[in-house]
């Protein structure tokens, strides 16, 4: 039986009628359309689905969709809604970290998650938030290279703001 | 010697953004009209010799289009012969 549920995804108000049983991933890839939330091993191992549920990372397919009611969900679409790459994304781009794209978007919430707690973190502490997410293409240190990449660039707009 | 344009330097890859931002599309993406979809059963045993595939439970399931098998042809909900694979 069909329950109508109420989501915040990305800033937008959906009503969705859902299944109980409906995922999260399942809810915004087949009833909201936002395919950009990938979904490869369906039991919470693999971290493509990772998305954000108040600024925490969470595996979409193991979490239900309506149980995400009342909370802020923000997808990859909703990192750069105007277009404009965050430093996060274009730091995957320019230093190789993208390559079949799969495990993309989930290791860019988690490493969003991790940056907005800290824009200094160690490697060890950029390892331990990625951790979750599995690439099998690229070897994951230009992962780890791009998000470090990333938090030096917003640390460094951090210290400008400071300065003046 | 022409300068090369592309050797020795680095390149962005031109899917980078949209893959950066959800807007790459793969296939299990994409919806067709009147696409069905397929669902792979395997053997839970390796190197076992298959002796037979009762889908008889698979058929009756609603909405079950066709069932197809490797070895001994396939199956389809309406009882018909749907063709046959070495």
Redesign the interface.
């Known amino acids: 039986m069909k329950m109508l549920i109420e989501l915040c995804v990305n800033g937008d108000s959906y009503e969705v009628a859902v299944e109980p049983q409906t995922t999260l991933a399942e809810c915004l890839?087949e009833h909201l359309g936002?395919?950009?939330?990938?979904?490869a091993c369906g039991t919470g191992e693999c971290g493509s689905c990772t998305v954000l549920a108040d600024s925490r990372p969470i595996v979409s397919c193991l979490v239900l969709a309506a149980d995400c009611q009342g909370m802020e969900i923000t997808?990859?679409?909703g990192?750069?809604p105007k277009?404009v790459?965050t430093a996060l994304?274009e730091e995957?781009?320019?230093r190789?970290a993208?390559q079949c794209?799969?495990c993309?978007?989930g290791m860019?919430l988690s490493s969003a998650a991790l940056l907005k707690e800290t824009s200094t973190p160690t490697d060890a502490k950029i390892r331990k938030a990625l951790e979750g997410n599995l690439c099998r293409c690229t070897g994951y240190n230009k992962i780890i290279e791009a998000v470090r990449g990333a938090a030096e660039r917003l640390s460094g707009e951090r210290d400008g703001e400071a300065g003046q | 010697m022409s300068e090369l344009e592309y050797v020795g330097k680095s390149v962005l890859r031109k899917d980078g953004p949209d893959k950066v931002t959800g807007g790459a599309i793969y296939t299990v993406d994409v919806h067709l009209p009147g696409m069905l979809a397929g669902r792979i059963l395997r053997s839970p045993h390796p190197h076992a010799r298959i002796l037979g595939i009762d889908t008889s439970r698979a058929e009756r399931v609603s909405g079950v289009k066709a069932g197809l098998r490797a070895a001994a042809g396939c199956f389809r909900s309406d009882g018909r012969h749907a063709g046959r694979r070495a």
């Open positions: 890839r936002l395919t950009g939330t990938k979904e997808t990859i679409e990192l750069a277009g790459l994304q995957f781009v320019k190789g993208v794209g799969f993309t978007p860019i």
